[in-house]
């Protein structure tokens, strides 16, 4: 793995000056307007993500003041603490680190770290975190454009319930749930013991994985009986569950001197008989060569009260010595191996059976209670569990996890009743059930939380056609809520501690979400947009002035439209009285959220969504100038999947290129999504009769495409109204209305694969009566 990857294609050729900006052409001739006046009003810039917004106001300040403009100018962020895990994907390498494990990969390089204002940052195209759709509520990776860190004298420690920990300085926000339903920020700083953040619960793909014991040898052991490369399947899963939860390294010795390594796995006697058979039975399996002998543990020495199971396999004991540890091969140190994050959720749910195995307690429960004296270890179990659909809790040396299936302690289907409640109130006489009865312990009880299964039921019987087009996006919001992978946790507990060292944050282009803590929490990044920053920070850079041609200083605010309300006020203030050292630049998704009094003080400069020439042109630009081949099909379907957003389609093209050539298919493959023919030509063999070939060409995309059944389900609806796909509109019109009831059982948990089976096997029957 390289130190820092060579920058993102969508920085590197971000345009520098306003002369390089393509499409905006109106936005740019004012602004040029502005650098010839050498003046300007305070600007708002408002439009969709991806449409140049960012790089205008940088393109209008280099203008202004030169290759050197940073110094004038004031862009703003916050961090999480040194301490905080986090789940991240370097060069497609799973692994829970801590944002201190991030310094050391990719601040070690000197010379790439650029400094700004009190902090510094350093750009990153290889380093993917998780994060929320925003489209579909579901939990997805995410590239990072670039780490920040600089430094803080205090942070706040957020405990929640369930257990859990995350360190933010008080000017970063986390995502929590607004009274309408809709994901608002919240300033940690603002927080209160009672408040709910945001967590999940997901089943996220994975991959096929191996273990390369030829990696742990010196010599090419010819007669090796035992397999050199292991397929991690559910059993040798569980074995190196086990191993986590129970095994040690055993060093066999000649004239004192260690010459081979032993796995030891130590299982109780007689009462874990069926264990120890079981790990036999895997190593035989796999042609590893076992030796058992009984040892005494307790203190009643004479008592053969253990058995030892020896797997005589060197390179399996250097893989487990060099994967499963953070440090000394002692118990304190014990890890997951990274490997066991990039594998499919099968071999994951075997993992944590086997360390529950022998770690844990009530495996006959609900719940199981891994204990360990590795931190680490208990925050790497609380992270694999959540992202292998299984809720997860951590408490002083202990993980706790909720198994599938229960429903009297599972916690990761609640979300607040207050948004719900609010809402059912409002539209009363279209809800054509007794929703007051199901939710009669929120109502009447003071219950706080309601469980999505009872909220879906209400949302189910609401008379859509008889909604206002307000009461309708509230809707979509709740449902949205109701179908994504978030949940909530109550915090418990909130300190501020003294810290004084390095704090972090990552830049999520187009998302500006990501989950970090021992319990992965919903954070916001490029945040510093509450009142104490507006009160101190920006005011204490507005105040000072700068001697040179240009009389004044700019400060940048990025998402302005989540700024509270009390720190828009605090801004317009600062606006009145610095008008003759500052101006301000305010970035906006949704200007309407910005109050009118900002607004009237601003010149506002609309910006849309790029044409298609220009996007094209674009990518052909880049494209030679890093000798990338293209076909030019494939430039015009990643216009399409951007809708416009150039940072999208160069990112895009630049995880294409990684391929080779850009072609459609290769577009495809690195966005997750199926290549339409592909699509059709599944819907084709269906509606033919020919439902074998269908499903096999249905598990060919999952496969090969790693694509949910929600994914494929989405891409049909949309490939039905494609005019390639030549299909009769009553026809149309009954699979629109078939793939509209698999996407509600698909997010209301139901088997991918039976599902979509039975999706083709309803279009074989309407092709056989429509004779089609």
């Not at 002369?19 to 600007?43: A, C, I, T």
């Not at 801590?98 to 400094?115: E, G, T, V």
């Not at 509230?474 to 501020?496: C, M, N, P, R, Y």
């Not at 501690?497 to 929490?521: C, H, K, L, Q, T």
Request: proline letters at 3%; hydrophobic letters at 40%.
């Amino acid at each position: 793995m390289s130190e820092i990857a060579e920058l993102l294609w969508a920085e590197k050729y971000r345009p520098r000056s306003l002369d390089e900006m393509v499409n905006q052409e109106e936005v740019v001739g004012r602004l040029k307007h502005f650098v010839k006046e050498r003046n300007m009003p305070h600007l708002l810039f408002a439009g969709p993500p991806g449409t140049g917004k960012t790089t205008a106001a940088h393109c209008l300040a280099h203008d202004l003041y030169g290759a050197n403009y940073r110094q004038y100018m004031l862009e703003l962020n916050a961090s999480v603490s040194k301490n905080t895990p986090i789940l991240v994907r370097i060069n497609g390498e799973v692994r829970r680190l801590r944002f201190r494990d991030l310094d050391k990969i990719f601040f070690s390089n000197k010379k790439k770290i650029i400094k700004v204002n009190d902090g510094e940052y350093i750009k990153t195209n290889n380093l993917e975190v998780l994060t929320i759709d925003k489209g579909t509520g579901k939990v997805r990776w995410a590239r990072v454009s670039c780490i920040i860190r600089h430094k803080a004298p205090l942070i706040l420690k957020i405990k929640v319930k369930g257990g859990g920990v995350i360190e933010l300085t008080g000017n970063h926000s986390v995502m929590s749930i607004s009274e309408d339903g809709e994901l608002k920020v919240v300033k940690a700083s603002e927080l209160k013991p009672g408040d709910f953040l945001l967590s999940f619960t997901t089943i996220l793909p994975g991959v096929e994985t191996y273990i390369d014991l030829d990696r742990y040898t010196l010599i090419n052991h010819r007669r090796m009986k035992f397999q050199r490369r292991i397929r991690i399947d559910e059993d040798m899963a569980w074995l190196l569950g086990l191993y986590v939860a129970e095994g040690a390294i055993g060093l066999k010795s000649t004239n004192g001197l260690p010459t081979s390594s032993q796995v030891v796995i130590t299982l109780g006697h007689p009462t874990e008989l069926n264990l120890t058979q079981k790990v036999a039975n895997i190593a035989l399996k796999y042609n590893i060569p076992t030796y058992r002998n009984l040892v005494s543990s307790g203190f009643n020495r004479s008592i053969k009260s253990a058995q030892q199971v020896r797997l005589l396999c060197t390179t399996l004991a250097k893989f487990l010595k060099s994967e499963a540890y953070s440090g000394e091969t002692k118990a304190k140190y014990k890890r997951i191996p990274k490997i066991i994050f990039k594998s499919n959720p099968i071999v994951r749910e075997s993992f944590l059976k086997g360390l529950a195995d022998g770690d844990g307690s009530g495996g006959g429960s609900d719940v199981l209670r891994i204990t360990s004296a590795s931190k680490e270890l208990l925050v790497d179990v609380a992270w694999l569990a959540r992202i292998t659909g299984i809720e997860s809790a951590l408490y002083d040396r202990e993980a706790r996890l909720i198994w599938k299936g229960s429903k009297k302690y599972k916690k990761s289907d609640l979300l607040p009743a207050k948004p719900f409640i609010k809402f059912f109130e409002r539209i009363d006489k279209y809800i054509n059930i007794n929703w007051r009865h199901i939710l009669r312990h929120q109502l009447y009880n003071g219950k706080e939380t309601v469980s999505k299964t009872k909220l879906a039921r209400i949302l189910k019987n609401i008379d859509m056609a008889k909604l206002n087009e307000n009461e309708r996006r509230i809707f979509k919001q709740l449902l949205w809520l109701v179908s994504s992978d978030l949940h909530v946790l109550k915090i418990t507990h909130i300190e501020a501690i003294e810290y004084n060292d390095y704090v972090y944050d990552v830049s999520v282009p187009g998302n500006e979400m990501f989950f970090a803590g021992e319990i992965p929490i919903l954070v916001h990044n490029s945040d510093e947009r509450g009142i104490d920053v507006i009160r101190h920070k920006v005011k204490e850079f507005a105040r000072s002035r700068v001697s040179g041609e240009i009389p004044f200083k700019i400060v940048l605010l990025d998402e302005a439209d989540n700024m509270t309300a009390d720190a828009q006020q605090a801004l317009r203030r600062l606006m009145e009285m610095y008008t003759s050292t500052t101006r301000f630049i305010l970035i906006a998704n949704y200007p309407s959220k910005i109050i009118e009094p900002i607004q009237s003080r601003c010149a506002v400069f609309r910006f849309t969504p790029l044409k298609k020439e220009d996007v094209i042109n674009r990518l052909k630009w880049i494209s030679d100038k890093e000798n990338v081949e293209y076909d030019i099909e494939a430039l015009e379907v990643i216009y399409e999947i951007s809708e416009g957003d150039m940072r999208r389609a160069i990112n895009i093209l630049q995880a294409a290129a990684a391929l080779g050539k850009v072609t459609v298919d290769a577009v495809y493959k690195v966005v997750g999504l199926a290549h339409p023919r592909e699509v059709k030509e599944m819907i084709k063999l269906a509606l033919a009769g020919n439902f074998i070939e269908a499903r096999n060409k249905l598990r060919e995309l999952m496969i090969t495409y790693g694509l949910s059944g929600l994914d494929i389900i989405k891409q049909v609806h949309r490939e039905i109204f494609s005019p390639e796909l030549k299909l009769p509109e009553e026809l149309r019109v009954y699979i629109a209305d078939y793939a509209g009831e698999i996407q509600f059982r698909l997010v209301e948990g139901a088997d991918d694969e039976i599902q979509l089976n039975a999706f083709l096997a309803r279009l074989a029957l309407l092709g056989k009566r429509l004779r089609v």
